[in-house]
T-cell receptor
Framework: NAGVTQTPKFQVLKTGQSMTLQCAQD?????MYWYRQDPGMGLRLIYY???????DKGEVPNGYNVSRLNKREFSLRLESAAPSQTSVYFC??????????????FGEGSWLTVV | GNSVTQMEGPVTLSEEAFLTINCTYT??????LFWYVQYPGEGLQLLLK?????DKGSNKGFEATYRKETTSFHLEKGSVQVSDSAVYFC??????????FGAGTRLFVKA
């Protein structure tokens, strides 16, 4: 009963280092997402993938890249980490988009600190 | 643009108290409305939703009614438990891939 699994759970980076957050879902969902959560700001969409083979920018894409490796996996890369990227990152998925909106299924989060 | 505003927290209640968390929205078109809950150390999970005006979503004793005339979707529970301590997020979707989340309201329930 895994759902959405993301790794690592905790990471400390130095400014300028790079890293990749991995995410996989086992619910056969078409769409996947990366969000960041900051105090007082709710969740903000970084990138999403509507379906395998496509990716699109969300609200706050600067400083990030993504790869939809296959239907199950969607990774988020920080090429040169900055302190402003200190946040909690959530991977998520949804089965399909309808006119009445999505129900989104979230992973447990990755706590990233950039020093 | 679309937005969600929810009451600032934290909200602190005693066990068995009545809970209301206010949520109002601004949206073009006819959005679907959601409440998600985040327990400590976990990701968000859907609590309830409503897809059209006057619909009532309910789950685990929580309820929210989609009020188009007041653009609101307030979350209520008649008797909270310690296990309800969490952060609650109101959200909207007009279809498509970009769900808009509120800032979240933290609830503490004391025994």
């Amino acid at each position: 009963n895994a759902g959405v699994t993301q790794t690592p759970k905790f990471q400390v980076l130095k400014t300028g280092q790079s890293m990749t957050l991995q995410c996989a879902q086992d619910m056969n969902h078409n769409s996947m997402y990366w969000y960041r959560q900051d105090p007082g700001m709710g969740l903000r969409l970084i990138y999403y993938s509507a379906s395998e083979g496509t990716t699109d920018k969300g609200e706050v894409p600067n400083g990030y890249n993504v790869s939809r490796l296959n239907k199950r996996e969607f990774s988020l890369r920080l090429e040169s980490a900055a302190p402003s990227q200190t946040s909690v990152y959530f991977c998520a998925s949804s089965p399909q988009v309808t006119h009445s909106g999505n129900t989104i299924y979230f992973g447990e989060g990755s706590w990233l600190t950039v020093v | 643009g679309n937005s969600v505003t929810q009451m600032e927290g934290p909200v602190t209640l005693s066990e068995e108290a009545f809970l209301t968390i206010n949520c109002t929205y601004t949206a073009t078109g006819y959005p679907s409305l959601f409440w998600y809950v985040q327990y400590p150390g976990e990701g968000l999970q859907l609590l309830l939703k409503a897809t059209k005006a006057d619909d009532k979503g309910s789950n685990k004793g929580f309820e929210a009614t989609y009020r188009k005339e007041t653009t609101s979707f307030h979350l209520e529970k008649g008797s909270v438990q310690v296990s309800d301590s969490a952060v609650y997020f109101c959200a909207l979707s007009t279809g498509g891939f970009k769900t808009i989340f509120g800032a979240g309201t933290r609830l503490f329930v004391k025994a």
